[in-house]
């Protein structure tokens, strides 16, 4: 029986309780086994997107500290540049104001 064979699965290893094996109890727990592998199906998909999601934010967070540091070589170059005085003219990227303005 499907039935059994799920709530085995479900007890792991644990002795399943007894029921009444009646026409209502198998269908409340077929209702029961098909409701509960529809919401594992769902969780795994929300699983899965939170990884994704997660691999997401690891790549922005290092796109951010390249730019960053992009931003922080234009940044002394301009220094540099400018023997030792820092203008904020025309010369310096918008880039670089930004991330002056973030960091």
């Known amino acids: 029986m499907q039935v059994d064979a799920w709530l085995q699965k479900v007890f792991a290893g644990q002795s399943v309780p007894t029921y009444e094996v009646n026409q209502l109890t198998l269908d409340l727990l077929t209702q029961l086994k098909q409701s509960n592998e529809h919401q594992d199906k769902y969780s795994q998909l929300i699983v899965h997107d939170m990884q994704l999601k997660a691999n ?7 796109v951010l500290l ?3 540091e992009y931003c922080l070589i234009m940044l002394r170059h ?3 540049r400018d023997k030792g005085i820092m203008s904020l003219s025309c010369s310096v990227c918008p880039a ?4 002056m303005l973030v960091l």
Do not use: A, D, T
């Open 56 to 62: 997401e934010y690891r790549v922005e967070g290092v």
């Open 66 to 68: 390249l730019f960053r």
């Open 78 to 80: 301009s220094v540099v």
């Open 96 to 99: 670089v104001l930004l991330c």
